[in-house]
């Protein structure tokens, strides 16, 4: 099974409601938050797999090339040009999707893989752990979120996402079985998680809500949720003791005030996906 | 020879649009036939790469110079292979930029902007 981790506003916990949450609940891990994953500074896995992620990009036999200029016209994303007598390739605006080489009437341009980033697989107290990171300054998060959703076999997962609703969090959530919408008490967090919740709701997703740095504001939250008919699995206290603990990479596990809490939220979540 | 403007408007009138692959319009000019071409700029369509789009079109048009204001990374180095010379706009009409141009009163554009400056501040740092 699958539960996808996400929030909307950035900034609101995701990382921290997953990474407890997996610990408390014995699940794996995966951080498809691949422009800056961090999961794993708080599980500290012992990494045993690192495989590289590569997309298709373009190669132009000069050779063979005649100047018709036919891939230039089928880019879609003006990854090539024409000047100078040749062909330029914008590496970064290419998708990889292949219609210049389907274009070329001389057999001129082949595929060969460009790497764009990583995946790198581990263990930590019994849980599996994947996380996806891509390479800086590479626009395109996708095929490494891919990567990392092939490696989700058996078992229970935990998927932590990107912030938002942008195309990187479409990819992550898809094939979810569940939704965990984590949120704070604030305008923003408020404002952002009906961004989520709708994005949630339109991909056939059941989800339920976290509200963590919960304090005397939660009324807002639980007032969009009751509106919307979403259940609100409970609440992660604000603490400066949390902060602290985040601050230092260490697991709120760690304190037992707040293993009592995720003790709470790990069968209340469980409860919700039994109920969905 | 053609010299190309990048232009808020398809007339001489108009004026010169600071920025490259996100202007609304290309003029091209023909120095010898004294004639204008008003072009709509296939990079303002775009979803990325205007800056290319727009500079494939500027070769296409085998014009041997630009006058525009901001010039990103990408279409300078298209600009640079076709050997086309860029020169900065002091903002001001297509029709008085072509003329300081004939005067040789415009400074070379050698500086490149940051990538997506056409789109404006917001856009930029949204995503």
């Known amino acids: 099974m699958e539960v996808a981790v996400l929030s909307g506003k950035g900034g609101t916990g995701k990382t921290t409601v997953a990474t407890n949450l997996a610990r408390m609940l014995g699940w794996n891990y995966a951080d498809c938050d691949v422009e800056e994953p961090n999961g794993f500074l708080f599980l500290k896995p012992e990494i045993t797999l690192s495989e590289t992620v590569t997309v298709k990009s373009p190669q132009i036999d000069g050779s063979l090339c005649v100047s018709c200029q036919r891939c230039v016209q089928s880019c879609q994303f003006n990854a090539l040009a024409y000047a100078g007598q040749r062909i330029m390739l914008f590496s970064k605006l290419c998708h990889g999707c292949g219609a210049c080489m389907y274009s070329c009437q001389t057999g001129a341009i082949k595929e060969v893989p460009r790497p764009v980033g990583h995946v790198d697989i581990g263990s930590s107290a019994g849980l599996r752990l994947v996380q996806g990171v891509l390479d800086i300054g590479e626009p395109m998060a996708g095929p490494v979120i891919s990567k990392v959703k092939q490696m989700l076999n058996e078992g229970d997962w935990l998927v932590d996402c990107s912030p938002g609703s942008s195309c990187n969090v479409v990819k992550a959530i898809d094939g979810a079985d569940f939704a965990l919408l984590v949120t704070e008490p604030t305008p923003f967090g408020l404002h952002d998680l009906d961004i989520a919740a709708r994005l949630a709701e339109q991909m056939g997703i059941p989800h339920a809500v976290i509200i963590n740095r919960s304090d005397s504001m939660d009324g807002i939250i639980h007032r969009y949720c009751q509106d919307n008919d979403i259940s609100v699995v409970g609440s992660i206290p604000f603490s400066r003791k949390a902060a602290l603990l985040y601050s230092q990479g260490n697991m709120l596990l760690d304190d037992s005030e707040y293993a009592a809490v995720f003790e709470r939220l790990g069968s209340a979540l469980k409860e919700a996906i039994k109920c969905s | ?127």
Do not use: W
């Open chain 2, 1 to 127: 020879m053609r010299v190309c403007v990048s232009s808020t408007g398809p007339n001489a009138a108009a004026k010169v649009d600071s920025r490259f692959g996100r202007a609304p319009y290309l003029v091209f000019f023909d120095t010898e036939e004294q004639t204008y071409d008003f072009m709509e700029n296939p990079g303002l369509g775009s979803a990325h790469g205007a800056g290319i789009a727009a500079a494939q079109e500027v070769v296409n048009q085998k014009a041997e110079v630009l006058v525009t204001g901001n010039l990103g990374p990408n279409a300078k180095a298209v600009l640079d292979a076709a050997g086309i010379a860029v020169y900065q706009t002091d903002g001001r009409t297509v029709s008085d930029e072509l003329t300081a141009y004939k005067k040789g009163e415009l400074l070379p554009l050698d500086r490149v902007s940051a990538p997506h400056t056409g789109l404006g501040q917001q856009q930029r740092r949204a995503r």
